[in-house]
């Protein structure tokens, strides 16, 4: 069921976002993403660049955005580990999601999520949402198989984006991740 859940959101959401390639991306100012929405396929480095951004504005704005990060093995964690105690210092709280292959960091105010199993495992996410500070990175992985790794997803400051991602993740884990307030009522 979950996975019908998140696919069927995803791939209704995708063709919402107009499409932009990672030299559109490589043009723009963090200023200016901080205003834009689209899809894409992008790499490894691109999606980092995204995921920055956003992370960037969580640290920024301390105590405001609960934070949801899914790097889909908690090994992939380690190269960004500096970032992270940042951010997990700055969020109200952080879950990290992943295949816990190797051990989670402990981090303040942090819950590891195992999505051993779900269709979380294909997907890269990055979400940030408080009052005011509305954020969603959500991408699939395409060719897994592929020496390298490519995603494809949408980028958007929406609140409402924001809120049904955090609403289907507490569907999915509903023990560890509290049903999120809507964005009117914050």
């Known amino acids: 069921m979950a996975k019908d859940i998140l696919s069927t959101f995803y791939h209704n959401l995708l063709p919402l976002f107009p499409p932009r ?15 834009s929405s689209f899809r894409y396929i992008f790499s490894v480095k691109s999606m ?19 934070t949801h990060v899914s790097f889909q093995y908690f090994s ?15 969020s109200k709280g952080l879950w990290l999601y992943g295949i816990p292959d190797a051990p989670l960091a402990t981090l303040p105010r ?3 999520i195992d999505t051993s199993g779900t269709p979380l495992e294909n997907y890269w996410f990055v ?15 395409i060719d897994p198989e592929d020496s390298q790794r490519l ?26 991740i509290s049903e999120p307030i809507a964005p009117e009522h914050q």
């Open 151 to 176: 995603y494809e997803g949408f980028f958007t400051f929406g609140s409402e984006t924001a809120f049904q991602i955090i609403s289907l993740l507490h569907h999915m884990f509903p023990t560890q």
């Open 110 to 112: 942090t819950i590891g």
């Open 21 to 35: 390639t990672e030299k559109y991306l490589n043009r723009l100012k963090p200023k200016d993403l901080q205003s």
């Open 48 to 66: 980092t660049t995204i995921s920055h951004l956003i992370e960037d504005s969580v640290i920024e704005t301390p105590g405001i955005a609960d």
């Open 127 to 141: 979400v940030a949402y408080g009052e005011g500070i509305y954020a969603t990175l959500l991408a699939e992985e």
């Open 76 to 90: 992939r964690i380690n190269a960004q580990l500096d970032q992270y105690v940042k951010v997990a210092e700055s």
